[in-house]
């Protein structure tokens, strides 16, 4: 039973516009969410994360929008730049717990110049 | 920023020997590790939740006896794969909290690639 959920295995945006990668979560206990970029044969890299208790967390080019309500979070990336391509996951936590993360699957982002 | 490291970041073994793979956190104490298991095309699933001095957590489905952690200091955690077998080939990653427990940000390893041959 997968708890966290990426429905879009990739996506491909032209350089300058907007990248939009979605996640979905099922597990209403999580109240942390975190998004990573991955490279191949690498560890994840930390970009943002949001809490429960905020609907949106900006830094920079990378906003994570929640709702909560719908089990929903949103990484958006303006303006997409071709070194973001790479694989991004979203991650969820219990702060309360023992805080390992329980992944989605993925969405690999192609920017295009 | 707070570092972590993996050795070895790959490995060839032959099947039915064991390989260690070592997880440090080089410039903060980990009082909590973590290792995950990455399949080709799938997501970073959790094996096991590593606690320093106390036993390791496991999740369900991973065996115990097979996969030995050990977190015998704040800086260091170890998985040793017993008696590995080709579908014990994926990419194994590391990650630590700080001791701090103010944020709950993982900081992760750059991974070790096994292939069992």
């Known amino acids: 039973d997968q708890q966290v959920k990426q429905n879009s295995p990739s996506l491909s945006v032209q350089e300058g516009r907007i990248s939009i990668l979605n996640c979905d979560y099922t597990?209403?206990?999580?109240?942390?969410f975190l998004w990573y970029k991955k490279y191949p044969a690498e560890g994840p890299t930390f970009l943002i994360s949001?809490?429960?208790?905020?609907d949106k967390n900006e830094d920079g080019r990378f906003t994570v929008f929640l709702n909560k309500s719908a089990k929903h979070l949103s990484l958006h990336i303006v303006p997409s730049q071709p070194g973001d391509s790479a694989v991004y996951f979203c991650?969820?936590?219990?702060?309360?717990?023992?805080?390992?993360?329980?992944f989605g699957s993925g969405t690999r982002l192609q920017v295009q110049p | 920023g707070a570092v972590v490291s993996q050795h070895p970041s790959w490995v060839i073994c032959k099947s039915g020997t064991s390989v260690k793979i070592e997880c440090r956190s080089l410039?903060?104490?980990?009082?909590?590790m973590f290792w995950y298991r990455q399949f080709p095309k799938q997501s970073l699933m959790l094996m096991a939740t590593?606690?320093?001095?106390?036993?390791?957590?496991?999740e369900q489905g991973v065996e115990k006896d097979k996969f030995l952690i050990n977190h015998a200091s704040l800086t260091l955690s170890t998985l040793t794969v017993t008696s590995a077998h080709p579908e014990d080939s994926s990419f194994y990653i590391c990650?630590?909290?700080?001791?701090?427990?103010?944020?709950?940000?993982?900081?992760f390893g750059p991974g070790t690639r096994l292939t069992v041959l």
């Open positions: 410039d903060f104490q980990a009082t909590t």
């Open positions: 990650s630590a909290i700080t001791t701090s427990g103010l944020t709950n940000e993982q900081f």
């Open positions: 991650a969820a936590s219990v702060v309360g717990g023992r805080r390992a993360l329980t």
């Open positions: 949001i809490s429960s208790i905020k």
């Open positions: 590593s606690n320093e001095g106390s036993k390791a957590t496991y």
């Open positions: 597990n209403s206990m999580f109240d942390y």
